[in-house]
């Protein structure tokens, strides 16, 4: 299983960026929870949001009404929509699948 996720890149504050996350080699893409963490510089790993099979979406709370998560079973992809983004959102995004396979991240870079 592989974990290609992309979308990154340099934003100003307020703006808006969209991350993907295609996944392969999987058969079972429609019944993982599939999910976004972050990890900002000098910290730990976070979780961002995360969207189950049936699409039940669950987010941190910081990120409650500025990010969406969201996903399509036929392209095998999940996407996190970025709104509102601050300079504290600078970190590098990771696709999580299946509780298990991470993929390699992509940077997130807010500033004016």
């Known amino acids: 299983v592989q974990l290609q996720a992309c979308g990154g890149g340099l934003v100003q504050p307020g703006g808006s960026l969209r991350l993907s996350c295609a996944v392969s080699?999987?058969?079972?893409?429609?019944?993982?929870?599939m999910g976004w963490y972050r990890q900002r510089p000098g910290k730990q790993r976070e979780f961002v949001a995360e969207i189950s099979g049936g699409g039940i979406r669950n987010y941190f709370d910081s990120m409650k009404g500025r990010f969406t998560i969201s996903r399509d079973n036929a392209k095998k992809t999940v996407y996190l929509d970025m709104s509102k983004v601050q300079p504290e959102d600078t970190a590098v995004y990771y696709c999580?699948?299946?509780?298990?396979?991470w993929g390699r991240g992509t940077l997130v870079t807010v500033s004016s």
């Open positions: 080699g999987s058969i079972s893409f429609s019944d993982w929870v």
């Open positions: 999580h699948a299946a509780t298990i396979y």
